[in-house]
Nanobody, 115 residues
Framework: QVQLVESGGGLVQAGGSLRLSCAAS????????MGWDRQAPGKQRELVAT???????NYADSVKGRFTISRDNAKNTVDLQMNTLKPEDTAVYYC?????????WGKGTLVTVSS
């Protein structure tokens, strides 16, 4: 089992920045991919960004060039730096971890971008 705790959400004006952080409990053994998903009101959950243990990253087209994912393997943490935020980035953001092939998600943190 893995427990994930997100932090850093909040209200920001369009064009602003926020940094989300997520800490995974337990050993890092078996953890490969870490990432962030989001779900906007009335929409399906979508992948935002992922990062492998080796540092390879993948981003949704809608956030490329604005968001940066990073991780600290020793601390079992993954961060998402979000710049030039847009109202359409408003969503609940969920941290995700794949450990021994099983996916886990946190409870989410709300990001609201006002126009």
């Amino acid at each position: 089992q893995v427990q994930l705790v997100e932090s850093g959400g909040g209200l920001v004006q369009a064009g602003g920045s926020l940094r989300l952080s997520c800490a995974a409990s337990g050993s890092s053994l078996g953890i490969n991919v870490m990432g962030w998903d989001r779900q906007a009101p009335g929409k399906q959950r979508e992948l935002v960004a992922t990062i492998t243990k080796g540092g390879r990253t993948n981003y949704a087209d809608s956030v490329k060039g604005r968001f940066t994912i990073s991780r600290d393997n020793a601390k079992n943490t993954v961060d998402l730096q979000m710049n030039t935020l847009k109202p359409e980035d408003t969503a609940v953001y969920y941290c995700s971890v794949r450990k021994f092939g099983v996916d886990y998600w946190g409870k989410g943190t709300l990001v609201t971008v006002s126009s």
